[in-house]
């Protein structure tokens, strides 16, 4: 009688093991099986760690709408800080001072005031304290929105996508509040405005309320396409 734990040199040369016969075609089948399996996990697992690589162009995209943001600043507060912006032969119109200007004598400073004087109306002065309201409650709303819109880049996940939807819609109310001292401005002066009249300054603030508006619904579009992409699995394909 053999022993049962005694295993023949014939068993052992051909892979036969308890019972089963285990030969090289069968072991490189399941060779072959494993690396297979191995390979389609590794397919799989591919795309959703791509999901979380930002595309190139939506990377550079965000950078110019940061960096349009940040001159269209600039350019706001120097034309409020500054303020002067229709010129007539004898007045000049500005959002802080109202001041006569001697055309008989050119050397000598203009006289600024606060106040307008009855003979132009308190209507118009009322509406330039407005006006000069309106357009600094824009630019600090832009500034806001654009320190929202750098902080949503160094930030990840659901956060930084809610700091970005802030922001654009920030960036959207100072372009509404810029358009509506712009109009506001034109509108009291009416009378006295005419393309050739209006500084350079009004026309930086023309310009930075365009680009808020630009800037506003861009950001705002960036973020719904990458949202939508994102729901949809299509980020990271080719």
Known sequence: MLDRNHTSPVALSTGITGGVCVTPSVRAVQSLELIRMTAIRIMAVAP??????????????????????????????IAVCDGHWLLTKQRMFGLWFFCEVDTENSGAPPNCSRHIGEEVGHLLEYGLRLCRCVVSLAVVSAIFGLE???????????ASRQRWRLGAWLVLLAAGLAAAGVMTFVFLLWDYATPLRFTLTFWCQFTATFLFFLNGMAAWHIQNMAYFLSSSGDVGKP
């Open 48 to 77: 959703a760690a791509q999901k979380s690589r930002p595309f190139f162009l939506e990377v550079v995209c965000r950078t110019l709408i940061i960096l349009c943001m940040a001159l269209s600043i600039v350019l706001s507060s």
């Open 148 to 158: 929202l819109l750098v902080i949503s880049q160094v930030s990840e996940g659901r």
